[in-house]
């Protein structure tokens, strides 16, 4: 199946450092979403992006749709310790059955103290 | 609310065993969701629901069965056991028509030994 490429992988920052994470798709996407899963739990929404060009803020996390439509950009503003986690993109392109989302593999995010 | 919530939150199973993994909303919303994540891997879709007496197959549905009898419940379910279905399972939900966004339970943790 379809599946997102996100980058990096994994990231080791210190505590305050900004953080920035990209997801991008060989097709077109209508819609794109930004999600963080905390160790044994399941992911939670951040950022929700509907049109392309859009940027939206979520406190020191900032998303943004491409142009494109073809990728996705988070950005985590002054990190702490509490941004640990992994951090997912979900995109669902044109075409797509309503509501079925694609998920890239997650950029692990470690913040050192 | 108590959003989406899952049972159980581990289980072992032998080769061979059936068992259910239960979900279930309050939010009211009419798509359901299971999901399937591997080790570093991202969420693969097994099956959805677009609301009650109706679901289709995901990306990865064998070996799995589901059904919705009301808008509340969505359960899973695994009729013969196999170690390749060792892996954590997450049910969401989400609104209506014209949001793609979902909201995700705290998963079920499942070995076949």
């Known amino acids: 199946g379809q599946q997102l490429n996100q980058s990096p992988q994994s990231m080791f920052i210190q505590e305050g450092e900004d953080v920035s994470m990209n997801c991008t798709s060989s097709?077109?996407?209508?819609?794109w979403l930004w999600y963080k899963q905390d160790p044994g739990e399941g992911p939670v929404l951040l950022i929700a992006?509907?049109?392309?060009?859009e940027l939206t803020s979520n406190g020191r996390l900032t998303a943004q749709f491409g142009i494109t439509r073809k990728d996705s950009f988070l950005n985590i503003s002054a990190s702490i310790p509490s941004d640990v986690g992994i951090y997912f993109c979900?995109?669902?392109?044109?075409?797509?059955?309503?509501?079925?989302?694609?998920f890239g593999k997650g950029t692990k995010l470690s913040v050192k103290p | 609310n108590a959003g989406v919530t899952q049972t159980p939150k581990f289980r072992i199973l032998k080769i061979g065993q059936s068992m259910t993994l239960q979900c279930a909303q309050d939010?009211?919303?009419?798509?359901m969701y299971w999901y399937r994540q591997d080790p570093g891997m991202g969420l693969k879709l097994i099956y959805y629901s677009v609301g009650a007496g109706i679901t289709d197959k995901g990306e990865v549905p064998n070996g799995y069965n589901v059904s919705r009898s009301t808008t509340e419940d969505f359960p899973l379910r695994l009729e013969l056991a196999a170690p390749s279905q060792t892996s954590v399972y997450f049910c969401?939900?989400?609104?209506?028509?014209?949001?793609?966004?979902?909201?995700f339970g705290p998963g079920t943790r499942l070995t076949v030994l």
């Open positions: 979900a995109g669902q392109n044109y075409g797509g059955s309503q509501g079925n989302l694609i």
């Open positions: 097709s077109i996407f209508n819609t």
């Open positions: 992006l509907y049109k392309a060009g």
């Open positions: 969401a939900s989400g609104p209506r028509l014209g949001t793609f966004e979902q909201f």
């Open positions: 939010m009211n919303h009419n798509y």
